[in-house]
């Protein structure tokens, strides 16, 4: 896994990372994120705007209310999830913990 300087970057400002945190949370996002195929409704249509949007993302996860954009294993960004989408969010992550 590899993350990029402007990924670092952006989760430093948009998740108020300090640096020694950001490895920890991108590894935590890439093995326990919410994958689009968990997702239904809504949050499945937000994961495939996503992936129209960002041409370069093979691999969208999200993990405690932010969008890690990777390329294969490269983090290439990272976004804040819009409010509209956290109940959805904590539904697809509530299913997945039942089955």
């Given amino acids: ?34 994958r689009p195929e968990e997702s239904t409704g809504n949050l499945r249509w ?18 405690g209310n932010y969008v890690y954009i990777f390329e294969m294993q490269t983090l290439i960004t990272v976004y804040a999830l819009p409010d509209e989408y956290k109940a959805d969010m904590q539904q697809a992550l509530d299913r997945r913990t039942r089955t």
């Fill in 46 to 63: 937000y994961f495939d705007h996503l992936r129209r949007f960002e041409r370069n993302a093979s691999n969208i996860r999200i993990h």
């Fill in 1 to 34: 896994m590899t993350i990029t300087h402007h990924a670092k970057d952006r989760i430093r400002e948009r998740g108020g990372l300090p640096k020694k945190a950001v490895e920890r949370s991108v590894l935590r996002a890439l093995q326990k994120g919410l």
